[in-house]
């Protein structure tokens, strides 16, 4: 898929059924809360919108299957897929070209990913959509779901958009039809400065305003596995909508525990975007109007379901009953090893030897690699 296709399949996904894109923003009398009431925004006053706050006091606790990723890695036969980044007055949004599919983790279907955008806040105190328990902060998975809060500066959010690509065969089909649509949603948490982002960090400076574009050099590309948590074992999962006119309610959302670590200069970058293009700051605008706050408010949750997931075998088969064997170094409970004489350690396996002793964990990242190897490139 080419970029100027999509970048049209963005102008959809973010608002191309107003009349006027220019119509709706996030301030004032144009924001969220009028957006029902623009021409074609109909949609964001329904009953099952997006985000929500994640009130784990609800959620029910639901085992999925392990997820499959095929080229979140970048590389194919002939090399990285190519991406470009694009200012569309609202966020920074990178159209990802080439084959990337996501199924299992419990999804209805297999998913090609589209794009990936994200939201922040005018300062590192807020910028997320969703919230856990009415907070700005992540919820940490604890054992047996006790809840564990880490107070940190939750200052905003990556989303990865999907589509069902099997069972529809054109992007707007999908868009309008009940989990047409899978979106990954990830928390973005003040940490150290953060190398696998510099490409994207970097391209900023070349889509300041409203409609620029960027097209990623060869030896720019990256991986988007890079940029995400290795850790996808635990996460919230319902119903909703997209958080954008028109507010489709045709998404599956998938919201994950673990944080993804930008710096406060990577995060301060984006802030440096302007919701205008480059000529109407010197014709009507004497200061800049930088995109910040560009997140929707939370809405309610009424009658559906959410779900607290989880896949059991993320990290490898557990240890149990194995303390006493001599382990091949590349075995997924070599770590055990140092907590042999520890029956407690091997009882808690996951909980106890794999987080606070063991050096050695197999990730998400190490079965993705075997999960490439084992399926056939698609073409």
């Given amino acids: 898929m080419d970029a100027k296709m999509l970048i049209l399949i963005s102008a959809v996904i973010f608002g191309s059924s107003l009349s006027d894109a220019a119509e709706w923003s996030y301030h004032a009398e144009t924001g969220p809360e009028y957006w029902s009431t623009l021409p074609g925004g109909e949609n964001c006053g329904l009953s099952s919108q997006s985000p929500i706050d994640i009130d784990t006091s609800i959620g029910v606790e639901q085992e999925y299957d392990a997820w499959e990723v095929i080229g979140y890695d970048g590389v194919t036969s002939e090399g990285p897929h190519p991406a470009n980044i694009f200012n569309n007055g609202h966020t920074a949004q990178v159209n990802l070209e080439g084959d990337y599919f996501v199924r299992g983790g419990g999804l209805p279907s297999e998913y090609q990913a589209l794009q990936f955008h994200l939201h922040w806040g005018s300062d590192s105190s807020k910028g997320s959509e969703h919230t856990y328990d009415g907070q700005a902060r992540p919820l940490r998975f604890g054992k047996k ?108 959302w998938t919201v994950f525990d673990e944080t993804i670590k930008l710096s406060e200069d990577q995060i301060e970058a984006f802030r440096g975007l302007s919701e205008l293009p480059e000529e109407g700051h010197s014709e009507d605008h004497d200061e800049e109007e930088p995109i910040v706050d560009n997140y929707r408010p939370v809405q309610p949750l009424n009658t559906r379901t959410l779900y607290r997931g989880y896949i059991p075998d993320v990290a490898g088969p557990s240890c149990e009953g194995r303390c006493g064997e001599e382990l091949d170094e590349n075995s997924p409970c070599q770590c055990n090893s140092v907590c042999r004489n520890n029956e407690d350690c091997c009882e808690d396996y996951h909980e106890q030897c794999l987080v606070e002793i063991c050096t050695f964990v197999p990730t998400f990242k190490d079965k993705q690699r075997k999960q490439s190897q084992d399926t056939p490139t698609r073409r």
């Fill in 145 to 252: 779901f006790e809840r564990v809060f880490e107070a940190m500066k939750q200052s905003s959010a990556l989303h990865i958009v999907h589509y069902d690509h099997v069972n529809y065969p054109i992007i707007p089909l999908a868009i309008e039809a009940p989990q047409g649509l899978a979106v990954m949603g990830f928390f973005i948490e003040v940490g150290e400065h953060n190398s696998a982002w510099d490409p994207i960090i970097n391209a900023l400076g070349s889509i300041l305003h409203d409609g620029d574009q960027y097209d990623f050099t060869e030896s720019e590309l990256f991986a988007v596995s890079g940029l995400i948590p290795s850790d996808l074992s635990k996460f919230h999962r319902y119903n909703g909508s997209l958080t954008t006119p028109g507010c489709y309610e045709s998404v599956v």
